[in-house]
């Protein structure tokens, strides 16, 4: 524990867990006498009193503006996270809740993580990062092309794992496109079953040979290295930047409108996402956060596997007073739950 337990005594504890409990629920300051209504601490309110100046002289617990309540501070929230949270599993009704939404939104893997960030949200009301894995281990299955008008064509790209690549591509001078769709039959003999990692390494010597024809197989190639670049990428979805809306402690406009210019700024969520990967669970709390655009937000980051293998990081990101006991027990259930779902695709 992050905490010095020297420093509290088990009542200082109670007090501490109780007026963070209430501070999460209300988002206003906590005052003695309400938390002695409200909770059997076995002490006057006096007492109470006493025990919360001790808490904030020892940096526990502080003060906001002029009221006489008081709300936990980051080494507060730590001391909470670290030894006094309680545990809170993921119910019945949630867990058929993340049952139900992939059995009916997923289709393809990539499907998997976007989804994954939408849920998150969605049960936690807060904003949920997902960091996704390259896609280079998956297999090359065929490349197909469709027309669309006179001379263009939409190309698409797909693999054993259902990652899809689309792209719309001018037919070369003197094309047909049942030029492309020999080109298409040539490709997919040669390349059925290289993962895309490989492809760049495997000869494409024979179908130029059998294509037969340097425009064609120019735009071959294009779509191929298309794909190619696309899977050495890791990809961040985003699920619920307006949550943050919902929550008193982002009223104030400025300070909603650069939270959302910081989320737009992928490799710098992506480099914080990256900084947490580690086994387990967890939880940077306000001050503790290296990005100044986060001393007020706490980030819960879970890293997930495959068969050992590392594949990406799920988070949620919200205010300090959000409810680490559900979004805690949430990641860990997804961690696992992700494994399942990724494993459907044949990863």
């Not at 989804?115 to 969605?122: F, N, V």
């Not at 064609?216 to 307006?242: F, H, M, N, P, V």
Request: proline content about 3%.
């Amino acid at each position: 524990m992050t905490g010095k337990l020297y420093e509290l005594d088990e009542r200082k504890q109670r007090v501490l867990k109780a007026v963070i409990d209430d501070y999460i629920e209300s988002a206003e300051p906590v005052g003695s006498r309400a938390l002695a209504r409200k909770h059997d601490l076995g002490v006057s309110p006096a007492t109470i009193r006493n025990e919360m100046a001790d808490l904030e002289m020892l940096g526990y617990l502080q003060h906001l503006h002029t009221s006489s309540g008081r709300v936990p501070s980051s080494k507060g929230y730590r001391f909470y996270v670290d030894g006094l949270i309680p545990p809170k599993p993921v119910s019945d009704e949630e867990k058929a809740l993340i049952d139900r939404w992939y059995k009916t939104r997923v289709q393809r893997i990539d499907q998997v993580f976007e989804e994954t960030a939408k849920l998150i949200s969605a049960v936690t009301k807060n904003v949920s990062l997902v960091l996704a894995p390259q896609m280079t281990q998956a297999q090359f299955r065929c490349l197909q092309f469709l027309p669309l008008d006179s001379r263009r064509v939409i190309t698409v790209l797909m693999t054993d794992a259902g990652f899809i690549e689309n792209k719309i591509m001018e037919m070369p001078e003197g094309a047909e496109f049942e030029d492309f769709q020999r080109m298409a039959a040539v490709i997919n003999k040669n390349l059925a079953g290289h993962t895309l990692q490989t492809i760049e390494h495997h000869s494409l010597a024979e179908i130029r040979d059998e294509i037969r024809d340097e425009g064609l197989y120019e735009s071959a190639l294009s779509i191929i290295q298309r794909a190619l670049d696309t899977g050495k990428q890791e990809r961040l979805y985003l699920g619920g930047t307006t949550k943050m809306l919902e929550q008193p402690e982002y009223h104030d406009v400025e300070k909603v409108k650069h939270m959302l210019m910081t989320l737009e700024e992928e490799e710098l969520m992506k480099d914080i996402l990256r900084a947490h990967i580690g086994d387990g669970l967890e939880v940077t709390i306000g001050q503790e956060n290296e990005d100044s655009h986060f001393k007020d937000s706490s980030i819960i980051t879970a890293t997930y596997h495959l068969d050992g293998e590392l594949l990406g990081t799920i988070a949620v990101l919200g205010p300090t007073r959000m409810e680490y006991a559900k979004a805690m027990s949430l990641l860990e259930y997804m961690n696992s739950n992700l494994t399942q779902v990724i494993k459907r695709f044949h990863w």
